[in-house]
């Protein structure tokens, strides 16, 4: 047994790691679809003595029935007991092997295949279900039943190679259990494999393709009769649906799933049901209505370990709200139900997880640790890699929190070896990251640095995987996988850093840039490709402030030179404060001597140390990856102490260099023009666009949508009818780092983000010529939200557009057409060699030098995103 933490512990709270809660467990085990056998000829329920049953599961004589193993070892398996199934299916199968072949040992096999995944057994499983899928070939024909079992040895095949990163040969597999269960007249095992194929067309980063296939089978299971199969397959299909961020959708079909059960009478059919749709309300921040549902789940369970979860569900959820007195009620009922489970993987997680939340508390924590112990040795009897895994990170998390350094490191790892064994990335990412934390604290640099490198390139590995859970589910973004990333900068970025060092920063500074915009779409559906700066433009340096929590880094990035780096000592709050300040001078009303001050103060921590060096390298033009609230402000509006930035050099934004898009020719430009100058759903009107729109056609030609004609029909029917190598949107819209507030309006609705690349589908396709340049001359970023450039990106990375021009705030109507006006007129000038920013520049200059728009508030809103050529 391990040593119990002493007494006194700190009573911060202690963050929930990589730890899912009950829900998740259940939520993966249902996308994935493992088929668990149904023995076709059960046997009677066992009786003692007296002629009460029982659960007795010994031999009935000396030579035992591989039947009866097998069906022995399915109840074992339906229970999560994976060890005990897996012995009792050995020893059946090792029966069988002594007689001839038949379905029911090819069948043996595949449910043992399950069973040594479950255990982390990768090489066993893969023997398995070859043996299992040779034995079924000898078999010709085969019966209808022994269909049944190859559909089934096929969907294991599927879910071992998708385990072990064949995503193509799932997707493969997958299709011919399908087809094979299909021929076997298996609706739900057809349905089970069709939702692995959706999985696995998200880790091919084919998510259009899942959203369709999940749709077609919602449509496919109305046509089914109403069964409690109809209503699982119905609950399996809108957990798939929620997976991939379709929680409308979802949320429909669980309502679906649950009026069936209801209808049908079976409570622990709606009590599973109920669990999920909590899910969805706990997802969207709706709490009291996540607390009801899993309320009336606990109600209506008719199993201890359902009834469990939904207690489980609570108890977190009141822990995350901070409602202490509302835990320590529940905790006493939930430990005691908790101690009822028979051993089992999700009891496991029940109690691992519960610990997790009880620790937040502040309370008790030795006994926490001596809970998280038991549990240790639980696993480790169960011969479960996987829990024991999990045990033994937040076991370990609880002793770093007690600063006891040697056991803390030891249990962390523990559970790191344990993980990597077995391959279970999911674990090894937050164990290496805890472990690097361990070290790091010591002050042992080299292993720290060794122990997050792990933890980083898992991540990159799980890339497609993180974005198929629900936030709040398996990683939360901000807690459990964006930390990671800005630790090992940190430790990274020390004051005697070499080159190398530094371009370690810089890569996993642009890998978070990818990892937030693949959180933001809720896909991994961004290419990405090595750039140097001096491969795209000679004249342009790269800056890229990264935020700390001790600290403001930059990393500058100059052509044909070495990565270099500076440091301001501030804190991360201060840095905040800061920014969100500066935006704020920007409005007329705003002092302007202190507008000054703050814009200068920001120059000072970005540009005045790379003065020198930008002036040698004759740089004229600052690409800015900006990190945390410097995404939200005017970087042109920075000043020097004499003159604002935009009057010595041409400026620009990027997501990423990764994300730098190339390929298109300069041709004639022509634009679509499309907005609104009557106001609509509430917002102002916008009399201005017209007097933009008629300067812009002038200058560029194209066509127009105007009020009435900028509907979404008509404009996708324009998109799809020409190429225009310049879309400009006129229109009120909402940039946000929530998918859900991030829109255009249009005359009859909103385009959201979501939906925007299916408007240029034909561009992004090659069907037509891709877009030069995207406008969106009356958008605004949402206030308050310093990610909201997010949703900016989004918009640029979801219609193909090289460039993306667009304001953080809506500007004054007259001055942003004016502005406009300029920017086409410079950027038609005959004159070679004029870019996008230079145009952009020379237009903000024009306003800079009006008396009427002097102000920062008229021109320093327009940023440009993207290629900035």
């Known amino acids: 047994m391990h040593k119990p933490i002493t007494p006194y512990l700190k009573s911060r709270q202690i963050r929930q790691f990589l730890l899912l809660p009950i829900l998740t467990i259940l939520t993966i085990l249902t996308v994935i679809t493992i088929i668990p056998p149904h023995p076709a000829t059960p046997h009677p329920p066992r009786t003692n003595d007296q002629g009460q049953m029982t659960n007795d599961l010994s031999p009935i004589s000396q030579t035992p029935d591989p039947t009866e193993l097998v069906q022995r070892g399915t109840r ?3 229970q999560g007991q994976f060890l005990e199934a897996t012995q009792l299916w050995e020893e059946a199968s090792a029966i069988y092997g002594d007689r001839p072949i038949s379905l029911t040992q090819a069948q043996t096999l595949t449910y043992l295949a399950l ?32 269909l049944a079992i190859l559909a089934q040895a096929l969907n294991t095949r599927g879910i071992l190679e998708l385990a072990s990163g064949q995503h193509q040969a799932a997707l493969d597999t997958w299709k011919q259990a399908a087809t094979t269960y299909d021929r076997a007249g298996d609706d739900i095992g057809k349905l089970g494999s069709l939702i692995n194929q959706a999985q696995a067309l998200q880790a091919l980063g084919q998510y259009r393709r899942a959203r369709t296939l999940l749709e077609q089978w919602i449509v496919e299971l109305d046509r089914q009769p109403d069964t409690l199969l109809k209503a699982a397959g119905l609950r399996s299909l809108g957990v798939a649906l929620q997976t991939i961020g379709d929680l409308e959708q979802s949320q429909a079909v669980l309502e679906q799933s649950w009026a069936l059960s209801d209808r049908l009478q079976s409570p622990g059919d709606t009590s599973a049901t109920l669990l999920n749709i909590g899910n969805i309300a706990r997802y ?79 309370e008790d924590l030795p006994e926490i640790a001596q809970e998280l112990a038991e549990t240790v040795a639980i696993a480790k009897d169960l011969q479960d890699g996987r829990s024991q895994a999990y045990a033994l990170t937040q076991l370990g998390q609880l002793y770093r929190q007690a600063e006891q350094w040697q056991e803390a490191e030891t249990l962390t790892e523990q559970a790191l070896q344990i993980a990597q064994s077995i391959q279970a990335d999911e674990i090894i990412a937050p164990a290496a990251w805890q472990l690097g934390q361990i070290f790091s604290q010591q002050q042992q640099l080299q292993p720290a640095l060794t122990a997050y490198n792990i933890a980083f390139e898992t991540l990159q590995s799980l890339r497609r995987d993180l974005v198929a859970i629900s936030p709040d589910l398996q990683f939360d973004f901000k807690e459990s996988v964006e930390p990671v990333y800005r630790e090992l900068v940190s430790l990274l970025l020390q004051p005697d850093a070499t080159p190398r060092e530094i371009e370690r920063a810089r890569q996993v500074m642009e890998a978070l840039q990818i990892a937030e915009l693949d959180n933001f779409f809720r896909e991994a559906c961004l290419d990405v490709q090595p750039v140097q700066l001096e491969q795209i433009d000679t004249q342009a340096a790269a800056f890229y402030p990264i935020v700390l929590p001790d600290r403001l880094e930059v990393i500058l990035s100059l052509p044909d030179q070495p990565l270099r780096h500076y440091s301001t000592a501030l804190s991360n709050s201060r840095i905040e404060a800061t920014l969100e300040e500066l935006r ?50 005017p970087l042109a509006a920075l000043y020097d102490g004499s003159r604002y930035l935009i009057e010595t050099y041409n400026t620009a934004l990027s997501p990423g260099l990764q994300l730098f898009p190339q390929g298109l020719t300069q041709e004639k430009l022509t634009a679509l023009t499309a907005g609104l100058t009557e106001g609509r759903q509430g917002f102002s009107p916008l009399p201005g666009v017209a007097q933009e729109f008629q300067q812009i056609t002038q200058k560029v030609g194209g066509d127009t949508l105007l009020d009435r004609q900028f509907t979404r029909a008509q404009f ?34 909103r385009i959201f983000i979501k939906d925007f690349d299916k408007l240029f589908n034909k561009q992004r ?7 030069e340049l995207l406008v969106m001359s009356a958008c605004q970023t949402a206030t308050g939200d310093k990610r909201a450039t997010l949703g900016l990106a989004g918009f640029a990375l979801r219609s193909g557009a090289r460039s993306t021009l667009a304001s953080l705030w809506s500007v004054h109507d007259q001055s942003t057409a004016d502005l406009m006006s300029e920017f086409y007129r410079q950027l038609t000038r005959s004159e070679a060699g004029m870019t996008k920013t230079e145009a952009l520049r020379q237009a903000q200059l024009a306003l800079l030098n009006d008396p009427l728009h002097k102000h920062p508030y008229y021109w320093s809103a327009f940023i440009l995103v993207g290629n900035w050529l």
């Open 765 to 771: 396709l090659g069907i037509l010529k891709p877009i």
């Open 76 to 78: 074992h398996y339906q």
């Open 115 to 146: 069973a040594y995944h479950k255990l982390g057994r990768r090489p066993q499983a893969a023997t398995a279900i070859a043996q299992s899928l040779e034995l079924l070939q000898q078999v010709d024909p085969l019966p209808s039943t022994g």
């Open 584 to 633: 704020s001078a920007m409005h007329p009303g705003y002092s302007s001597p202190e507008r000054l001050r703050l814009s200068a103060q920001v120059y000072d921590w970005l540009i005045r140390p790379a003065e020198a060096d930008l002036a040698k390298s004759e740089i004229t033009t600052l690409v800015f990856i900006p990190d945390g609230g410097f995404a939200a402000i």
């Open 284 to 362: 969207l921040h709706r709490d009291d209505i996540a607390i009801a549902y899993y309320q009336q789940a606990e109600q209506l369970a008719t199993d201890p370990l359902t009834r469990s979860q939904a207690q489980l569900n609570q108890f977190s959820l009141f822990v995350t709200q901070g409602d202490w007195d509302a835990a320590r009620r529940l905790r006493p009922q939930l430990q005691s139900h908790l101690a009822t489970l028979p051993p089992s993987q999700a009891a496991i997680y029940a109690r691992v997880n519960f610990a997790a939340s009880w620790s937040k508390i502040g």
């Open 716 to 749: 996708e029917a324009q998109l799809n009818r020409n190429s225009y190598p310049i879309i400009h949107l006129a229109t009120h819209g909402q940039f946000s780092s929530n998918p859900e507030e991030t829109f255009l309006l249009t005359w009859d609705g």
